[in-house]
C-alpha cells in the first residue's frame, strides 16, 4: 500500500514538511484549511504521477511565518518550491484555501502548469451562491458542513479532543484568518481568470455547504478550457467522500 515519505526542507527561511510518494510526472497538491483529515485520497495517485503534498507555512507541520499575510506571498512560497525542487512544470490540483492559491499560481505563472485542477476553489465572490464565513462559524458546528456523510470524517474527530489537536485546528484558523479576515475575496480574479490557458478541471461537491457547487459555472464563465464535475452525496471533502472524484482528478491528468 502507498505510503507517503515524510521530508523536511526549508523554503526561504521557513521550515516546511513535504510529503511525497510515487514517480512520474510531478502533481503538486496544495491543500485547504484545515488538515486534520489527512490525505487518504491522493494515495492513488502515486500509481501513476510523483506526488509532492507539501502543509502551507502555518499549517500541519510545517513552521509558520506571521509576515507572510496574502495570497501572493504564498504563491511566492511555491515558485520557490518549485524552483528548490527544481521543477519548470508541475500538474497542480487546489482544494479550498489551495484552490485559491492554485489558481493565482496558474495565473501568474501559467508556463509552470501542464494541467490544473481547482476542488472547490475559494476566492471567487458570487453574490447569488455566497461562500460560507468559515472565520465567523462556531468551531463546533464546522466539521458536520465539510461533508454530507459524517462518517467519512467522523474517525479523524477525537472523542475528546486533546490540547494538541485543538492547539493545531486554532493555529490553522489564525492562519486562514490571518490571509482571509480582511479580503476573503479576490475583486481581480474576474480580470484575470482568462490567463487560465492550460486545460483546467473544476471539481465540486454537489452538496457543499462551505462553497456551493453552483460556484463552478461562476469560474468556467472567466476560464477558457474549464470543464466541470459535480459529484452527488459529496460535501465540501468531495475528494475525501468520493473515490469516483479522485478519480477523476486523475484521469484528466493522465
Do not use: C
Not at 92 to 103: D, E, H, K, P
Not at 123 to 144: F, N, W, Y
Not at 203 to 210: F, I, M, R
Not at 217 to 222: H, L, N, S
Request: aromatic share 10%.
Amino acid at each position: 500500500m502507498t505510503e507517503f515519505k515524510r521530508e523536511t526542507l526549508t523554503v526561504n527561511g521557513v521550515k516546511i514538511i513535504l510529503l511525497t510518494a510515487g514517480s512520474g510526472e510531478p502533481l503538486l497538491f496544495l491543500h485547504g484549511a484545515g488538515t486534520f483529515h489527512g490525505f487518504e485520497f491522493a494515495k492513488p495517485w502515486a500509481d501513476k504521477f510523483r506526488v509532492l503534498l507539501p502543509f502551507h507555512p502555518g499549517f500541519g507541520e510545517s513552521a509558520d511565518d506571521p509576515a507572510m499575510n496574502d495570497i501572493h506571498d504564498y504563491v511566492m512560497h511555491y515558485v520557490e518550491l518549485l524552483d528548490l525542487l527544481g521543477l519548470d512544470k508541475v500538474n497542480l490540483v487546489g482544494f479550498s484555501l489551495g484552490g485559491y492559491i492554485a489558481a493565482k499560481f496558474a495565473m501568474e505563472h501559467g508556463h509552470r502548469v501542464r494541467k490544473l485542477v481547482l476542488v472547490g476553489p475559494a476566492g471567487l465572490r458570487d453574490d447569488k451562491h455566497p461562500t460560507a464565513d468559515v472565520l465567523g462559524l462556531p468551531g463546533e458546528q464546522l466539521p458536520a458542513m465539510l461533508v454530507s456523510n459524517f462518517d467519512v470524517i467522523k474517525p479523524y474527530l477525537p472523542t475528546k479532543p486533546d490540547l494538541d489537536f485543538i492547539g493545531d485546528r486554532y493555529r490553522e484558523m489564525t492562519t486562514t484568518a490571518r490571509l482571509l479576515w480582511e479580503h476573503p475575496y479576490d475583486s481581480k480574479l474576474p480580470r484575470y481568470l482568462h490567463r487560465l490557458t492550460m486545460p483546467t478541471l473544476l471539481v465540486w461537491g454537489e452538496e457543499d455547504q462551505l462553497i456551493p457547487s453552483q460556484q463552478a459555472e461562476t469560474w468556467r464563465r472567466f476560464i477558457p478550457k474549464a470543464d466541470i464535475k459535480i459529484f452527488k452525496g459529496a460535501g465540501h471533502l468531495v475528494l475525501d467522500e468520493k473515490r469516483e472524484a479522485s478519480d477523476a482528478v486523475q484521469n484528466f491528468l493522465a
